[in-house]
């Protein structure tokens, strides 16, 4: 006999605890059943599915690794969404969006603004250089990221030449590595002009991030209408329909043109941790509680869909 989850949901970090507490009170009102899949859970929860013995009808997925393929998290999801769970987001989809020298391309043809760029593979030409043209679009000092990083993991902000690829490629190793133009912030009363937007399941939420110290708060109406800040939900939403992602959010800043420019494209495992847990980094309890509950909205409505079944 099968033991069938509404809503079964990965977790490796206990700063999160703000918002699984939430996600669990929620799920309990609905009439939800729900799991949390914690790291010393995960490889029975694994095998128990694989064996047909549990199936939950969503999975929501906070800590896969992409880059990883052995990574259990990452067996776990794709497992899932072979035995017809609805993930969130489908590891398909999610991996197309999260690797970023996949999805630049895209953005540009899209129309979405984005820094010039160049991609770069980690296996180059002998003696390859960046030509007199690449040099001059790129500026001085430039950006180097892993296409399959986050979290600051190979970040190199002060790039000269491409002999700085192999501080990236010692701090994360990775297939292909991003070259762009540094985007330097317009300052308003002494903070970056700098945001971090939410999307979660056609809602978007617009957050001030200090990308220097790290510190989250929420955009006031006044705000959002004196810097004409609906253009970062336009962005957003232009990236979900691209992308066809559901929870995501995006890095977006003002950059000294005066125009709006997309400096991460899609983090599809949000960083949840609260600010009443860490008042410098944690992200403002009223949106995580926001959060919370629109994606069990979402798990409710698509339970109720007929064609999420067990296999």
Request: glycine share 6%; with cysteine; net charge negative.
């Amino acid at each position: 006999m099968t033991r069938i989850y509404d809503l079964a949901m990965t977790h490796k970090l206990d700063t999160d605890d703000y918002f699984i507490q939430h996600i669990q009170r929620l799920c309990a009102e609905a009439g939800l059943n729900f799991f949390l899949i914690e790291p010393v859970w995960v490889e029975l929860f694994y095998e128990h599915l694989k064996q047909g013995k549990v199936w939950p009808r969503v999975l929501l997925n906070m800590h896969s690794e992409h880059h990883q393929p052995d990574d259990i998290f990452h067996r776990l999801i794709n497992l899932a969404a072979a035995r017809n769970t609805q993930v969130i987001d489908p590891p398909d989809r999610a991996q197309a969006a999260f690797d970023k020298s996949r999805l630049h391309p895209r953005l540009v043809g899209a129309g979405i603004p984005v820094p010039w760029t160049l991609v770069v593979p980690r296996q180059r030409p002998d003696g390859w250089k960046l030509s007199g043209e690449e040099q001059s679009a790129l500026g001085r000092p430039f950006v180097i990221k892993p296409a399959m990083g986050y979290g600051r993991k190979g970040l190199v902000l002060d790039a000269s030449s491409e002999a700085d690829l192999e501080r990236s490629i010692a701090a994360w190793p990775d297939n292909n590595y991003l070259f762009q133009r540094r985007i330097v912030p317009r300052e308003r009363d002494g903070t970056p002009v700098y945001f971090r937007v939410y999307f979660v399941f056609g809602s978007v939420w617009l957050s001030w991030w200090n990308c220097y110290n790290d510190q989250y708060r929420l955009v006031t109406d006044a705000e959002r209408k004196e810097l004409g800040l609906d253009r970062l939900e336009e962005i957003v939403r232009s990236i979900a329909d691209l992308t066809g992602m559901t929870f995501f959010s995006s890095e977006i800043a003002l950059a000294e043109d005066g125009e709006f420019v997309v400096i991460d494209y899609v983090n599809d495992q949000c960083h949840l941790l609260s600010q009443s847990a860490h008042p410098q980094l944690g992200v403002p309890d009223k949106l995580i509680s926001a959060i919370a509950k629109k994606i069990v909205e979402a798990v409710q409505a698509a339970i109720r869909q007929p064609a999420t079944s067990s296999p």
